[in-house]
Structures are given as structure tokens and as C-alpha cells.
């Protein structure tokens, strides 16, 4: 059973640009969230979408958005790139959205320059 | 607001010898789960182990343990047994109980497995 994708592994951006991740959830997951990683914020949850609607948000501005699809897969769009959005983007799935069930992908390094 | 807090940013253990991370929490949820992620330098979060707060039973998964004071909002992971491979970080979350809770992290535990 193939894990969590995520796509790009890495990806290099300049500052005002925007960017697009991917994440292919596990066969069945209707649940994808997504967390960003920073040495000084931590892991901090930025969305939740379940069946192609978001069922939960964080505490991220505007500029930071996603959508999932009818195969559950979902991608995360950045507009405006700034600096500080240099980060670790992890994605978990799981059948219901329940986070005792989460499965995380191995990340996508995003690089603002 | 849920709250994680992990107070030792860094421990070293020697090989085959147990540590102990420690991690306190904060919520006004009834019913909630706790987790121990481990993140190694692969980067993906692969779960250690999780722990129902409603079970006043201890969590284990092989060399893994965990001792849960619900009253104290203390859950501290034992690694015993310690190998070269559970070099990584560790990190201790928590969400509410039921679909649609995220995780809430605290900001880490670096453990080196040192020969």
C-alpha cells in the first residue's frame, strides 16, 4: 500500500512569486491536512479538507490556500511568497480526519530567496 | 487552546541504555489523544505512539512507553533499549478527541543514540 506523496521534495522560490504543492493521500484517505515546519515556529496546522471541502483552518493569512480533489488528492497554493514562508510543508492523511489515524508525507523544503 | 510544552530541546543516551523525554500539556477538552511523533533526518513524521485520555492504561509499543499523569497533563515517552536507528526528533502532540481535531506540537526533543 503506497504511503503519502508529496510533491516537489524541493523546490527553490523568489520572494513575491507564488508556488503550488502536492499531496497524494493513501488509497481510501478522504482527509488531507497540512502543517507547516519552521525552526522557530515549530509544526503549526495550517488546513484541513475532507471530500473536496475545508473543514478546518488555522491561523495563517490569506495568501495561503488549498483545494482537494474528487481522488482526494490535494495541493496547497502560497501566493506572494515572502521570506519567512521558508518552510517545511508536511501532509497527512487519514480516512476520516481523525488525527489518531494520520499518515504524514515526507515533506516538500520550500526555499524563499 | 491546547498547549504542548517540551522542555529538554536535546538529550544524548548511550546504545542499549533508556532515556526518558519529557512533555506537558494544557486543554480544557474532555476527551483528547496524545501522541509521540518521531522525525528523523528523513524528515517524515512517522508516529511512535499514542495514548486515549480516557485510558488510565499506560500506552506501550514495544521498546516504547509512555507514562501518562492525566492530572499532573503530563505524558513522557521511555525509549529503553536504546538503538543507533531512534536517533531523531521527538516531538509530543496532542488533539481533541473525535474527527476534524489537528495536531498540536510542541517544539521538539532532539535525542542522539550514541555508540
Known amino acids: 500500500k503506497a504511503g503519502v506523496t508529496q510533491t516537489p521534495r524541493y523546490l527553490i522560490k523568489t520572494r513575491g512569486q507564488q508556488v503550488t504543492l502536492s499531496c497524494s493521500p493513501i488509497?481510501?484517505?478522504?482527509?488531507v491536512s497540512w502543517y507547516q515546519q519552521t525552526p522557530g515556529q515549530g509544526l503549526q496546522f495550517l488546513f484541513e479538507y475532507f471530500s473536496e471541502t475545508q473543514r478546518n483552518k488555522g491561523n495563517f493569512p490569506g495568501r495561503f490556500s488549498g483545494r482537494q480533489f474528487s481522488n482526494s488528492r490535494s495541493e496547497m497554493n502560497v501566493s506572494t511568497l515572502e521570506l519567512g514562508d521558508s518552510a517545511l510543508y508536511l501532509c497527512?492523511?487519514?480516512?476520516?480526519?481523525?488525527?489518531?489515524?494520520?499518515?504524514f508525507g515526507q515533506g516538500t523544503r520550500l526555499t524563499v530567496v | 487552546a491546547q498547549t504542548v510544552t517540551q522542555s529538554q530541546p536535546e538529550m544524548s543516551v548511550q546504545e542499549a541504555e533508556t532515556v526518558t523525554l519529557s512533555c506537558t500539556y494544557d486543554t480544557s477538552e474532555n476527551n483528547y489523544y496524545l501522541f509521540w511523533y518521531k522525525q528523523p533526518p528523513s524528515r517524515q513524521m512517522i508516529l511512535v505512539i499514542r495514548?486515549?485520555?480516557?485510558?488510565?492504561q499506560n500506552a506501550t509499543e514495544n521498546r516504547f512507553s509512555v507514562n501518562f499523569q492525566k492530572a499532573a497533563k503530563s505524558f513522557s515517552l521511555k525509549i529503553s533499549d536504546s538503538q543507533l536507528g531512534d536517533t531523531a526528533m521527538y516531538f509530543c502532540a496532542i488533539a481533541r478527541g473525535g474527527s476534524q481535531g489537528n495536531l498540536i506540537f510542541g517544539k521538539g526533543t532532539k535525542l542522539s543514540v550514541k555508540p
Open positions: 488509497s481510501g484517505h478522504r482527509s
Open positions: 495514548q486515549e485520555a480516557y485510558k488510565q
Open positions: 497527512a492523511s487519514s480516512l476520516s480526519g481523525t488525527p489518531s489515524e494520520a499518515f
